[in-house]
Structures are given as C-alpha cells and as structure tokens.
C-alpha cells in the first residue's frame, strides 16, 4: 500500500510527528540527526533511527559468508547505537533504534508505512569541488521514490545545528513543473509555522538574443506564475519575494541560497525509473550537494 500525497493547509501546523533518519554512522549521517533532532524538538517528534544493512552488497559470495558478514554488520550497527546512546544526543527525545536488513529503499518505504513516517531525514556524502560534487545514490533513491518530504543533509551543510530548528529563512524553488502547487503548499505551511521570510524562485536558463523587452515580459509572466501558487490567505500573514534569474539553473538557486542566508531549500524532485550508481549530474543532486541549508524534496 503506497503512503498517500499529503497535501498541507496553510494555516494549519505541519505535522512532523514521526520522523525517519536513515544513517550511515558518518559524520553527514550524524549532522542529519543533529537536523532531525532540532526538528523533533520544535515538532515533539517521534524520531526512528535506522540503518539498513544492505544485503546486495554480496551477491557472489557463498551464503554462508553472506550471512556472517551480514551479521558483523548488524553488530556493528548496534554498538554505533549504542555509542549515540551514550552520547546522551537523543536524551529528552522519543526514539527507538531500527536494524534491518535489505535493500535500501524497498527497507525504508516498509518502515514508512509501518510507523507513519511524516518525514524522512538523511544525510549525503560528496567529494571535489562544487560543480564536481556528487550526491551519494542511496539519498537520491529515497528522495526521488518517497511520497512524502526528505529532508537531506549534504557535506556542505552548515555543521553547527541550532538545539531547535526554525526556519526563518526559506527558498522555494520551482520549474512549475508537475506537483508545484504541492510543493509551494509545502513551503508557505512551514514559513507560516516559523513566521519565515519565503523567496519564490524561478530560473530561466536560456534568454540569449532576446530583446530588453521580452525579457522584461518574461520576467512579469514569470512573476505572476509564482504569485498563483500563493494560498488564497497567503497575503494575510506572508508577504513573500517574487524572484527570477536568467542562468544555470544550480549555479543561480546555490548562489541565492547563500545570498539570503537561506536554512532550508524546499523543491520538487522528479521521479526517476534508473537510479542505478552516483547521478552527479541531476539538478536536485547538485544542489543538495553544494546548499549549505539542508533541502527539502517534495517528490513531484
């Protein structure tokens, strides 16, 4: 049974009642929990820390090897728990620690629907540069296969997370593509929430040899595209900024983020059939992978 599309009203508090952190042990996966944490705060969550040991890591080994490697690895995952334990980080916050073994989004998606996941929290690794940078598969496969928000912690993340997380910075992102109307919902419930600043934003990537006319026209239509996505009593409680800027796509959301000073970046992100392997090249990826704000993923 699929998780059905939620849809937030504005006015009403979001609810992030249940909150899934899918961890590594890494230090992103720990700076994850730090976000999810805040959040749980801000939220009185329920917060589900899980690992998944995957088993496809052998398919050519005898079985016999399989399963004592499978077994080192769930041993390994309880004494890392047992070390967040110790740590006292989760201390004050309803928890429960999940092992399970499988594949990793097909583990995840079950877990949703047996717990009422409201949001699923994760952290990515990259490495190189900014415009080389590249997203960890298992992120993307969660992001781009859950019907509900993904919150990912990428490597250039800010660090030093705040003991309860509010946003009051926040950049929507949109092509206006299929599901913005669910996104913008998304994104206008949460500034309400934390009585956040809310920038609009949309991209044009190609504008060469237009006329300074057209692309003033451009840039009204634009404008008023964003401006329908507003709830009808947005206006009574958010005066949001309407935004458009002609470049590449990433580079220009990136380059806003930091200017603003941005904390969260809420977008939509396309459902793909073949996430087999690193994809560095999708925009959703590059931009969880270069933000210094964690990213919200609304799956369009």
């Not at 992030?16 to 230090?27: H, K, R």
């Not at 976000?35 to 820390?49: E, G, K, N, P, T």
């Not at 704000?293 to 799956?299: A, G, H, R, Y």
Request: hydrophobic share 45%; glycine share 6%.
């Amino acid at each position: 049974m699929a998780t059905p599309v939620t849809k937030p009203i504005p006015g009403k508090k979001v609810s992030f009642a249940n909150i899934l952190v899918a961890t590594d042990f890494s230090p992103v996966s720990n700076t994850a929990l730090d976000y999810a944490l805040a959040i749980a705060r801000r939220y009185d969550s329920h917060i589900f820390l899980t690992h998944v040991v995957n088993v496809d890591a052998y398919p050519m080994v005898a079985p016999e090897l399989a399963i004592s490697s499978i077994q080192k690895l769930r041993n390994k995952a309880e004494l890392e728990f047992g070390y967040l334990l110790e740590s006292g980080k989760l201390r004050g916050i309803p928890h429960e620690e999940i092992v399970e073994e499988g594949t990793l989004w097909p583990t995840i998606e079950k877990l949703v629907e047996q717990n009422n996941i409201d949001l699923v929290v994760v952290g990515t690794h990259g490495a190189g540069g900014i415009k080389k940078l590249v997203i960890g598969s298992g992120a993307e496969e969660i992001f781009r296969h859950a019907r509900l928000p993904v919150l990912t912690v990428g490597p250039s993340a800010k660090a030093e997370v705040p003991r309860e997380e509010e946003f009051k910075n926040i950049l929507f992102a949109t092509d206006f593509g299929p599901g913005a109307e669910r996104e913008a919902a998304f994104a206008f419930s949460l500034a309400q929430e934390n009585g956040a600043r809310l920038t609009l934003f949309n991209v044009v990537p190609y504008l060469e040899g237009y006329s300074t006319e057209a692309v003033a026209r451009k840039r009204e239509h634009v404008v008023r595209q964003l401006n329908e996505l507003l709830p009808v009593e947005a206006d009574l409680w958010c005066k949001p900024e309407f935004l458009l800027a002609i470049g590449e796509p990433v580079e220009e959301i990136l380059k806003l983020a930091k200017k603003i000073d941005a904390d969260l970046i809420v977008m939509g992100a396309k459902p793909r059939k073949n996430l087999a392997g690193n994809i560095p090249h999708t925009k959703a990826s590059r931009i969880v992978a270069g933000a210094a704000c964690p990213v919200l993923t609304i799956k369009s």
